[in-house]
């Protein structure tokens, strides 16, 4: 690792090592990096000796224990059970917001995008004002705002009271509405539920040898393959199948109110916390959604929109065909983090008492659990949930891409 | 060789702060850094009134606020030589365990998995409580029976939450929780119907049925069954004796001077033949770390354990005779060593 310069009198002569640019290159790396280390060392010493002067301990054997506290509306959680099972039952709930939250958001927000960009002058000026409304208000002041105004000081009776809708001439009703919670019509697994969800497979394979089939037909005879029609016409019809042979699989199960008055039986149950969660992130950020959608909209060349008219498509089809694809691949990238966003914010759950994983977690370190232990677990469950969701995205994502030479 | 002149500053100038800084000193030295520093940090309630509450004013009143002066007059001779720091359920042992918190004084039940698992020593106990329930009185509830799979608003990172799901399980009473982090989000989800009762120590219970009442609100009826034990008193960390006996030492005169007779209306010029008054007006230099006079600013500046009582808890509703709060000698549970 020699340099040589050439000095004012022209002779050669080497470089020393003090001065030589590859040396000092590598010697301020080294140093870069023993300082970061010995940084994180410190800071996770300092960690350790003020935990042990406290008699805190260390590990993880806290997860093995009786939780000890009742999961809210949650009947089959047995206290008794450990904390890590209590974590799961949080990831569960905060799986089941950031889920149903994403698919509001993403319908909400493609439709006001568009929306603002219509030329009925009454749905754009709409679409503005919800827009600039929801993007100005912090996700926590939605979270509240709806479970407040909805639930709390809302126009529905307490549970005993509830309004039950049913259909004419039936004695079950189909829609329980109170201030805690919703109930509606569930499906409880017969005995031959396993056969039919094996009858569902085949139909799966069915309708891919079908489309497969279709899209020969169009290569050799250049008919419409309509495929999309064909493979759901022979699932359904694979699916139907089976589910008339096999018989017992699914029932019905209407909500009802209990003998007390005060539990649901039957049917399936939405808390007022999950609705008041996944209605304000859903609405919260489709207002971003819109601005991202809207803007990908106008990314897209006006040639574009004019030849599609040229051409007599349809408003409809002008997006469908046209528009939305171009669009799709400019907007998939911000749209994956504003969903990566909503699952984050499903942590300001707590404000209404749903029982998601950080509020399950606070309330463990408030009962004696170490805290620092609890906090890496939850953002390494956080961690994994981005992780996943940005990487199933991301391939979507590269399948847009535009493949050059 | 600018660039490497600057990286070799930007290290030094780290490695300095980082030797400033240093580690936490091992323990065992609380009273002189409070009495150097000259204010005391204490954690307190913000929302209970009664305890541990702040007008709108921001002025702090209330039994434990009482008590943090009561720590400052005997550590500092300065009772409002306080800095409060308000704090919810699940922080406040976490503020305390980090040292942002010199003591916690904020209706904290003594239990053995907060001595042990959290790294904090409880001091004397200076209000026996226990938990209850709180309905409507329109409910027509009036017995824990009746509140089979009713909704029952708790506060989360407390032992009120605990005790409920033991108790009620262990009398096979189902139940739906719904945790709450404080009382701002509880009280309307209650006032509201959206649970049918709210569980917490019958000391804040107390308070926010006044509190309700007062305000218009629907009358409320405490139930009659007490179901645990809540012994509340301060709090400090373990490792360090000396800062405990001096916290101790300090709230305990107030039922010393209580047991002597002595209040502030008379404690400048009390005289007596007792070597045992003399001794705690003064006489006495058992070397806890506090001044000779420390009795004399508390009762003075504070007043004694009755005349907090009598300030905070009677406007509340909960009378001191035959409660567990009265002195030893009235058939209570207050009863404190004797200074000597």
């Given at each position: 690792?020699?340099?040589?310069?050439?000095?004012?009198?022209?002779?050669?002569?080497?470089?020393?090592w003090y001065r030589n640019i590859r040396v000092l290159r590598v010697v301020g790396q080294a140093i870069a990096v023993v300082g970061v280390v010995a940084l994180l060392w410190w800071l996770f010493n300092n960690l350790v000796t003020n935990l042990d002067r406290l008699n805190i301990n260390t590990d993880f054997g806290f997860l093995g224990r009786?939780?000890?506290?009742?999961?809210?509306?949650?009947?089959?959680?047995?206290?008794?059970?450990?904390?890590?099972?209590?974590?799961?039952?949080?990831?569960?709930?905060?799986?089941?917001?950031?889920?149903?939250?994403?698919?509001?958001?993403?319908?909400?927000?493609?439709?006001?995008?568009?929306?603002?960009?219509?030329?009925?002058?009454?749905?754009?000026?709409?679409?503005?004002?919800?827009?600039?409304?929801?993007?100005?208000?912090?996700?926590?002041?939605?979270?509240?705002?709806?479970?407040?105004?909805?639930?709390?000081?809302?126009?529905?009776?307490?549970?005993?009271?509830?309004d039950q809708f049913s259909l004419f001439g039936s004695d079950h009703s189909f829609l329980i509405l109170s201030n805690t919670i919703w109930a509606v019509p569930s499906l409880i697994a017969g005995e031959n539920a396993g056969l039919f969800w094996l009858a569902a497979l085949a139909g799966l394979g069915a309708a891919a040898a079908v489309a497969?089939?279709?899209?020969?037909?169009?290569?050799?005879?250049?008919?419409?393959?309509?495929?999309?029609?064909?493979?759901?016409?022979?699932?359904?019809?694979?699916?139907?199948?089976?589910?008339?042979?096999?018989?017992?699989?699914?029932?019905?199960?209407?909500?009802?109110?209990?003998?007390?008055?005060?539990?649901?039986?039957?049917?399936?149950?939405?808390?007022?916390?999950?609705?008041?969660?996944?209605?304000?992130?859903?609405?919260?950020?489709?207002?971003?959604?819109?601005?991202?959608?809207?803007?990908?909209?106008?990314?897209?060349?006006?040639?574009?929109?004019?030849?599609?008219?040229?051409?007599?498509?349809?408003?409809?089809?002008?997006?469908?065909?046209?528009?939305?694809?171009?669009?799709?691949?400019?907007?998939?990238?911000?749209?994956?983090?504003?969903?990566?966003?909503?699952?984050?914010?499903?942590?300001?759950?707590?404000?209404?008492?749903?029982?998601?994983?950080?509020?399950?977690t606070q309330t463990s370190i408030g009962n004696g659990r170490p805290a620092p232990q609890s906090i890496i677990l939850l953002m390494g469950v956080y961690l994994a949930l981005s992780l996943t969701i940005s990487s199933l995205l991301n391939v979507y994502n590269r399948r847009l891409q535009l493949v050059e030479r | 060789m600018m660039r490497v002149?600057?990286?070799?500053?930007?290290?030094?100038?780290?490695?300095?702060?980082?030797?400033?800084?240093?580690?936490?000193?091992?323990?065992?030295?609380?009273?002189?850094?409070?009495?150097?520093?000259?204010?005391?940090?204490?954690?307190?309630?913000?929302?209970?009134?009664?305890?541990?509450?702040?007008?709108?004013?921001?002025?702090?009143?209330?039994?434990?606020?009482?008590?943090?002066?009561?720590?400052?007059?005997?550590?500092?001779?300065?009772?409002?030589?306080?800095?409060?720091?308000?704090?919810?359920?699940?922080?406040?042992?976490?503020?305390?365990?980090?040292?942002?918190?010199?003591?916690?004084?904020?209706?904290?039940?003594?239990?053995?998995?907060?001595?042990?698992?959290?790294?904090?020593?409880?001091?004397?106990?200076?209000?026996?409580?226990?938990?209850?329930?709180?309905?409507?009185?329109?409910?027509?509830?009036?017995?824990?029976?009746?509140?089979?799979?009713?909704?029952?608003?708790?506060?989360?990172?407390?032992?009120?939450?605990?005790?409920?799901?033991?108790?009620?399980?262990?009398?096979?009473?189902?139940?739906?929780?719904?945790?709450?982090?404080?009382?701002?989000?509880?009280?309307?989800?209650?006032?509201?119907?959206?649970?049918?009762?709210?569980?917490?120590?019958?000391?804040?219970?107390?308070?926010?049925?006044?509190?309700?009442?007062?305000?218009?609100?629907?009358?409320?009826?405490?139930?009659?069954?007490?179901?645990?034990?809540?012994?509340?008193?301060?709090?400090?960390?373990?490792?360090?004796?000396?800062?405990?006996?001096?916290?101790?030492?300090?709230?305990?005169?107030?039922?010393?001077?209580?047991?002597?007779?002595?209040?502030?209306?008379?404690?400048?010029?009390?005289?007596?033949?007792?070597?045992?008054?003399?001794?705690?007006?003064?006489?006495?230099?058992?070397?806890?770390?506090?001044?000779?006079?420390?009795?004399?600013?508390?009762?003075?500046?504070?007043?004694?354990?009755?005349?907090?009582?009598?300030?905070?808890?009677?406007?509340?509703?909960?009378?001191?005779?035959?409660?567990?709060?009265?002195?030893?000698?009235?058939?209570?549970?207050?009863?404190?060593?004797?200074?000597?």
């Open positions: 690792m020699t340099q040589t310069t050439i000095d004012s009198s022209g002779r050669q002569s080497r470089v020393v009786p939780t000890q506290f009742q999961v809210p509306y949650d009947e089959g959680f047995n206290p008794r059970s450990s904390v890590w099972s209590m974590m799961l039952v949080g990831v569960k709930n905060t799986l089941l917001a950031g889920f149903f939250g994403i698919i509001l958001a993403s319908i909400l927000g493609l439709l006001v995008g568009i929306g603002r960009l219509s030329s009925n002058w009454l749905v754009a000026r709409l679409a503005t004002l919800y827009v600039e409304t929801l993007r100005n208000i912090p996700p926590l002041v939605v979270i509240v705002f709806v479970g407040f105004a909805v639930f709390t000081f809302g126009p529905f009776p307490i549970l005993s009271e509830a497969w089939w279709r899209t020969r037909v169009r290569e050799r005879t250049g008919k419409p393959h309509h495929r999309v029609l064909f493979g759901l016409g022979a699932f359904l019809a694979v699916a139907a199948t089976g589910y008339l042979i096999a018989g017992d699989v699914y029932a019905l199960s209407w909500p009802e109110l209990s003998e007390t008055g005060r539990r649901i039986t039957g049917g399936f149950e939405l808390n007022f916390g999950f609705i008041s969660v996944t209605v304000a992130l859903g609405l919260y950020t489709a207002s971003h959604i819109a601005e991202i959608v809207r803007g990908s909209i106008l990314a897209v060349p006006k040639g574009q929109s004019e030849a599609a008219n040229a051409l007599a498509l349809s408003s409809f089809q002008r997006y469908r065909y046209v528009v939305l694809p171009q669009a799709f691949r400019v907007a998939v990238p911000p749209i994956i983090s504003q969903y990566l966003n909503l699952v984050k914010n499903t942590s300001l759950g707590i404000a209404v008492s749903y029982a998601e994983i950080t509020m399950l | 002149k600057r990286f070799a500053v930007l290290v030094l100038g780290l490695a300095l702060v980082a030797a400033a800084c240093g580690d936490d000193d091992g323990g065992g030295n609380l009273l002189a850094e409070v009495q150097d520093r000259g204010t005391l940090r204490c954690g307190v309630n913000d929302v209970v009134p009664g305890f541990g509450f702040v007008d709108a004013a921001g002025a702090y009143s209330g039994f434990d606020v009482d008590f943090c002066r009561v720590v400052a007059a005997g550590v500092l001779g300065n009772a409002n030589a306080v800095e409060f720091v308000p704090l919810n359920a699940t922080e406040r042992l976490t503020a305390l365990q980090s040292g942002e918190i010199d003591v916690l004084i904020r209706n904290t039940t003594w239990t053995a998995t907060r001595d042990g698992q959290d790294g904090s020593t409880f001091l004397f106990t200076t209000f026996y409580d226990g938990q209850g329930f709180m309905v409507p009185a329109a409910s027509g509830i009036t017995s824990l029976e009746d509140l089979a799979d009713a909704d029952i608003c708790v506060l989360t990172a407390t032992t009120t939450e605990l005790n409920l799901t033991a108790v009620l399980n262990a009398r096979g009473i189902p139940f739906n929780p719904q945790g709450y982090a404080d009382n701002t989000q509880l009280r309307p989800a209650y006032e509201q119907g959206q649970c049918q009762a709210w569980t917490s120590d019958a000391s804040q219970l107390a308070a926010v049925k006044s509190a309700i009442e007062s305000e218009g609100g629907e009358a409320q009826t405490i139930l009659p069954d007490i179901i645990s034990k809540e012994p509340l008193g301060p709090v400090v960390r373990d490792g360090d004796t000396a800062w405990a006996q001096a916290v101790e030492w300090s709230v305990m005169a107030t039922v010393q001077a209580w047991e002597f007779g002595i209040d502030s209306t008379n404690v400048a010029g009390f005289a007596s033949d007792d070597a045992n008054v003399a001794n705690f007006l003064g006489a006495l230099e058992p070397s806890l770390g506090l001044p000779a006079d420390f009795a004399v600013q508390i009762i003075s500046q504070v007043g004694n354990y009755e005349e907090i009582y009598i300030r905070n808890v009677i406007p509340i509703g909960l009378p001191l005779e035959g409660s567990p709060n009265d002195l030893w000698t009235n058939g209570g549970l207050m009863y404190v060593p004797p200074y000597r």
